[in-house]
């Protein structure tokens, strides 16, 4: 191998998109020529000032993609697998390999059926034909209960749920009320982040502290306490909330909640805290905690261990 | 709704999904937005626009999701529909030539080549402007690849797809999709190889 094919080659090497054969006169190659390692080494260079040119979306504008294609999604409503689709599909598989002759009687049938079916088919199966009007109607259903009764007939007890759109301030109970228990929602991180994430403009409420300090102490999810906590900023001097923070910056596992939880806590200092802190200064790993800690400590005049 | 509470498998969600079951959408989605974002992310380096292409390819997702009948992947399905949308972003934005370094983030306005000045020449002067001219070269030269060559170097290099998978995605063969992609790379090598 020549040293321009060798260096043409560096880059698909690097990717491992070479075949093992390629690779091994490549690799041979770069053994023995001085002037093409150092190539290779300035190929993995530039890659990595590559790795370190790539741009990564903030968790705020997934969060705001997240919601906005909720809202567009709602006005939306997705075409169906319908009767007519199905009935497509049907034909395409009995046909599909079929000769010529026997795809035009096919589509012959298609079409006398279609008639038929149209005429004998309900409304509701009609899929994207459907009418208007989705809110209403059962988003899903499932059948909690099946009787044989009189006469032959049959008791069915069907579950549904339907779907609504609400819209209105956050002000008003019913939206509050329904955050409230969105942000608890124990099947959807994402819906607990959005749903704090609104919560927290109105911290001024009890009901609504309470559940961004319940969030930050028991949500499994950090982008959740996080948001929490950010709701609860202008509350670092209220008692209640200083507790709850004393108690996540010792327990939580997320380096990134308990560095917010810190710097809260520092702005209000008092005695209390030294023993957190000295406790802290025990068990912390993090570099950047255990000096905002020590500093705080420092500025206290107190010592940084206890003995 | 609350079938989709119970942990489903993506076959069981694009299913009840298509049954019209909004949660398993949502969780659907949740697989692989944060990705599509990132593509559509670095290779527009605009949140409005990334925003855009978020958008738009998941309600095409949502709207046709009857139609797909899992032939192919539903990564693969869905990957077609995104590298489609951002392609013709690239070929209209190549056509107004309105390539920008700065961003805004949800931490404020930011410029995307810092990160490449912090990471190299942290602390010294003189690789501070070696790495400040290199980030611009990079830029400049990624806004002159074609948009064919964008989308491939930024799928390998930063999705770290396999070329065979590229090439499927785009609607072409594996040997196309190495030829752009070395392309790509001897042109970014013949712009920058003089900075490292």
């Known amino acids: 191998m020549k040293c321009e094919e060798a260096r043409d080659r560096m880059p698909l090497f690097l990717y491992g998109e070479l075949s093992f054969e ?58 169906r697998s319908g009767f007519w689709d199905k009935l497509r599909e049907g034909f395409s598989i009995h046909f599909h390999f079929a000769p010529g002759w026997m795809q035009l009687v096919g589509a012959l049938a298609m079409l006398v059926l279609g008639f038929a079916a149209a005429r004998m088919t309900p409304g509701s199966m009609l899929g994207p034909w459907r009418t208007a009007g989705v809110a209403g109607e059962p988003v899903t259903s499932r059948v909690r209960y099946v009787e044989p009764v ?18 209105g301030y956050l002000e008003d109970q019913t939206i509050q009320r329904l955050l409230l228990k969105a942000a608890k929602d124990p099947s959807d991180a994402g819906l607990r982040v959005e749903s704090v ?4 403009n109105r911290p001024q409420s009890a009901e609504v502290r309470t559940a961004l ?48 939880v810190i710097d809260l806590l520092i702005q ?31 500025e206290m005049n107190a010592s940084v261990e206890t003995y | 709704m609350a079938q989709a509470a119970v942990k489903m498998d993506e076959p069981e969600l694009i299913r009840a999904a298509q049954k019209g079951d909004q949660r398993a959408f949502e969780q659907l989605v949740r697989l ?27 309600l095409r997702v949502y709207k046709n999701l ?28 190549r056509v107004r030539r309105e390539e920008n370094t700065v961003v805004e983030t949800g931490e404020g306005v930011l410029d995307r080549m810092d990160t490449v000045e912090e990471g190299r020449a942290h602390g010294d002067p003189q690789r501070q402007l070696l790495s400040s001219q290199l980030r611009e070269r990079i830029q400049k ?30 609607g072409t063969s594996e040997e196309a999709a190495k030829n752009c992609l070395f392309r790509a790379t001897q042109k970014m090598r013949a712009a920058l190889g003089d900075f490292v």
Not at chain 1, 151 to 161: A, P, Y
Not at chain 1, 218 to 247: C, I, M, W, Y
Request: contains cysteine.
């Open chain 1, 22 to 79: 390629e690779e091994e006169r490549l690799e041979t190659h770069i053994d023995e020529c001085a002037g093409c390692r150092e190539a290779l080494g300035r190929e993995k260079m530039l890659f990595q000032a590559f790795d370190a040119a790539q741009a990564v979306p903030s968790q705020g504008l997934l969060d705001n993609c997240r919601a906005e294609l909720r809202g567009r999604i709602a006005q939306v409503e997705p075409e």
């Open chain 1, 150 to 167: 009189a006469s032959g007939r049959v008791q069915i007890v069907v579950d549904e749920t339907r779907q609504r759109v609400l819209s």
């Open chain 1, 197 to 200: 994430d609104l919560l927290k």
């Open chain 1, 213 to 260: 300090l319940y969030a930050l102490q028991h949500d499994p999810n950090a982008g959740v306490r996080l948001k929490a906590l950010d709701g609860l900023k202008e509350f670092a001097s209220d008692p209640e909330t200083r507790q709850t923070l004393t108690q996540v910056l010792l327990k939580d596992d997320n380096p990134g909640v308990r560095t917010q």
């Open chain 1, 268 to 298: 209000h200092r008092s005695e209390a805290m030294v023993g957190v802190l000295q406790e802290l200064m025990n068990k912390e790993d993090n570099d950047y905690i255990r000096m905002r800690c020590q500093k705080a400590l420092n």
């Open chain 2, 32 to 58: 692989y937005d944060q990705n599509v974002l990132r593509l559509a992310f670095n290779l527009l380096r605009s949140p409005e626009d990334a925003n855009d292409i978020y958008q738009e390819a998941f």
């Open chain 2, 66 to 93: 009857h139609t797909f009948r899992f032939d192919c992947s539903f990564h693969t399905w869905l990957y077609r529909i995104v590298t489609n949308l951002c392609l013709d972003a690239l070929r209209k934005r």
């Open chain 2, 141 to 170: 030269v990624l806004g002159e690849l074609t948009p064919r060559e964008r989308m491939v170097f930024e799928m390998r290099h930063y999705q770290g797809l396999r070329l065979r998978t590229i090439g499927e995605l785009l």
